[in-house]
């Protein structure tokens, strides 16, 4: 039977006990980890969010009736145990860091019985996702996932102190809005008042934040939570969580500057790590150039190498094909894998095909310096020797080449370069690479739609000496945006907006609105500039990946509490549900049954 807590009162938590606390009386509380029974003794292992604890109940030092109910613990029973701290009279266990001493139990109280658990409660579970899920208030006990979450508590907790001591304000924008336009779908929100009309929730605070700095408030901050309703990918998250900001009076380089401080004290803080400032900067040309990403892995090299002008005439038609076509021919060199068997080149083939590759020549040279390669026969000695030499080609390493246009072979490259990485087990989770990416297209051309769309958002400020390319070249021009990218992960992305009308006006133009149309979406921000905007800049992280890079998890599920599966489900509480007929009459809604639906 559960007892109460009456009279109780937790010392402290069990992993908080050092051995300075030997010959203390304290009462701890927490989850059974494991109990053994050795007949005149029993060890249970106490567990809190700290940690463990061995307690030990020995028959004479806690009343019968409390040995006897020490005899009935099982795991996961929740009890309270008063007792001393004593020094181990066992071998010390250094795993655990209380592991050079014990409490040795006076009394103890059941205040939970607890049913067997579906999976043991234990770190780097092996149980299937499903049931984890299902169970996610079992899996959250599992150390791991405290210590995930915990480090996320810190990493709120010193964001907000960092950007206070700056002079930013913490200010909440509505979740109850009008859309804002990130990009994605939004969720909406029907309105029972408004009959037919809907709330959008916040795919991210922007508009609100820029009208913050149309009313005076120069420096904002916010731990934001945001929706997107995109379309299923693995380890997105509809709602997630961002640090937002916004700062008046400023361009690119003070936004950059006040973020590579928090950056570096967030690192030192939680983990002890230097990050050495300034954070390197490259144009978002050259990263694709390099790397082939606009999120380059910088802890490796692989760096992409263009040799269209080497090989314009070559008699390997795939190349020259491609060049003839408007398209380049451009390779990386995979050190010391040389001697990659066939089968596992063809694989890298088959890779490379799946971002859209029609095939991946490549030159393979052996530690004696032999080359074979896929295209040999159709070059020239002297062709071979200039491709290897400008590959800078050694004994041992692997030339890999795609040949197409430009964007394809940045795509297969970059992500060519990271899957060769990633087998080669050089990425060192715990080395921390940051790199500022800037000057951003403005635009892009969707094909879908048949114009440009916005690369950042519509409010994003391009660089004062494209403003002429914008009537001539409009894909040329660049933006004053700028991502923050860490270990080859996009941690967080920002711009400089646009505060004078005329140039959101063109902006507009450029995307397709009418000004009737732009007027309609986001009449009350451009109501807003009309009486006196200042200059504005701002930044987003998103919060889970971050923290999810600083545990050195694989998974955003595992920095948040309860997440939703890649159908945008929720395992344990089987959200989304279907309303019931009152709801929806209340609501003024009629559902139209997909078809074939049951009914
Ligand atoms: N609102 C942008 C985003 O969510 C970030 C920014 O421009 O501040 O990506």
Redesign the pocket.
Same mark, same amino acid.
């Given at each position: 039977m559960a007892e109460s807590m009456k009279g109780l009162h937790r010392s402290c938590r069990c992993a908080e006990v050092t051995a300075q606390a030997v010959g203390q009386k304290l009462t701890l509380m927490g989850w059974v980890q494991k109990a053994r029974d050795k007949g005149s003794i029993i060890f249970v292992d106490l567990r809190d969010r700290t940690g463990i604890m061995q307690v030990i109940f020995e028959n004479g030092s806690v009343s019968d009736e409390d040995f006897k109910k020490a005899g009935t613990l099982r795991a996961e029973f929740v009890i309270a145990v008063t007792g001393v701290v004593e020094k181990r009279r066992g071998e010390a266990n250094p795993n655990l860091a209380t592991g050079d001493i014990e409490l040795r139990a006076e009394s103890m109280r059941i205040l939970s019985e607890a049913e067997v658990p579906p999976f043991p409660i234990e770190e780097n579970s092996r149980t299937k996702d499903e049931i984890r899920l299902k169970y996610r208030y079992l899996d959250l006990r599992r150390p791991d996932l405290q210590r995930n979450l915990m480090l996320k508590s810190r990493v709120m907790m010193l964001t907000r102190q960092f950007f206070a001591k700056e002079g930013f304000l913490e200010i909440e924008t509505p979740m109850l809005g009008k859309t804002t336009p @990130?990009g994605a779908r939004d969720y909406l929100v029907p309105s029972r008042i408004h009959p037919g009309c809907f709330y959008g929730l916040p $795919? &991210?605070p $922007?508009l609100y934040k820029q009208l913050l700095m149309c009313s005076g408030f120069d420096r904002y901050i916010q731990i934001a939570r945001?929706f997107r309703d995109e379309d299923l990918r693995a380890d997105r998250q509809p709602e997630f969580t $961002?640090i937002?900001m @916004?700062l008046s009076f400023v361009d690119v380089d003070d936004v950059i500057d006040v973020n590579e401080r928090f950056l570096a004290y967030l690192f030192k803080e939680v983990l002890g790590v230097t990050v050495s400032l300034p954070i390197p900067r490259i144009t978002w040309q050259e990263a694709m150039d390099r790397f082939g990403s606009d999120k380059p892995d910088m802890r490796f090299g692989m760096e992409l190498c263009d040799v269209s002008g080497l090989v314009k005439d070559c008699g390997f038609s795939v190349f020259t094909g491609a060049l003839a076509s408007g398209g380049t021919v451009r390779g990386i060199n995979a050190k010391g894998q040389g001697g990659m068997p066939r089968k596992k080149i063809d694989k890298l083939v088959e890779f490379a095909k799946g971002y859209g590759a029609k095939g991946l020549a490549y030159i393979a040279i052996t530690a004696e310096g032999e080359v074979k390669s896929s295209f040999g026969k159709f070059m020239t000695e002297d062709e071979m020797k200039a491709l290897i030499a400008a590959m800078k080609g050694e004994p041992g390493d692997l030339l890999l080449f795609a040949a197409d246009k430009k964007k394809l072979v940045w795509d297969v490259l970059g992500a060519l370069r990271l899957e060769i990485a990633k087998d080669m087990g050089i990425l060192d989770k715990n080395e921390f690479c940051f790199v500022w990416v800037t000057e951003f297209p403005l635009l892009e051309w969707s094909e879908e739609e048949g114009r440009f769309t916005a690369m +950042? +958002?519509p409010f994003t400020m391009l660089m004062e000496e494209d403003l002429s390319l914008l009537d001539t070249d409009p894909g040329a021009v660049r933006a004053k945006a700028y991502d923050i990218v860490l270990n080859g992960n996009e941690i967080g #992305? #920002? &711009?400089v907006r646009i505060h004078q009308d005329d140039i959101q006006e063109r902006m507009f133009k450029e995307l397709g609105f009418t000004p009737e149309e732009a007027h309609k979406q986001f009449g009350f921000l451009l109501d807003a500039f009309t009486y006196g905007v200042p200059p504005h800049a701002?930044?987003?992280y998103g919060l889970d990946r971050l923290v999810m890079l600083m545990a050195g998890c694989d998974s955003i599920r595992d920095v948040i509490a309860f997440p939703k599966v890649k159908d945008a489900s929720c395992l344990m509480t089987e959200a989304p549900t279907r309303a019931d007929d009152k709801q929806l009459a209340e609501l003024s809604l009629k559902i139209a049954e997909p078809e074939g639906a049951e009914e």
């Open positions: @990130e $795919q &991210s $922007q945001c $961002q937002d @916004e +950042h +958002h #992305g #920002g &711009s701002g930044l987003a």
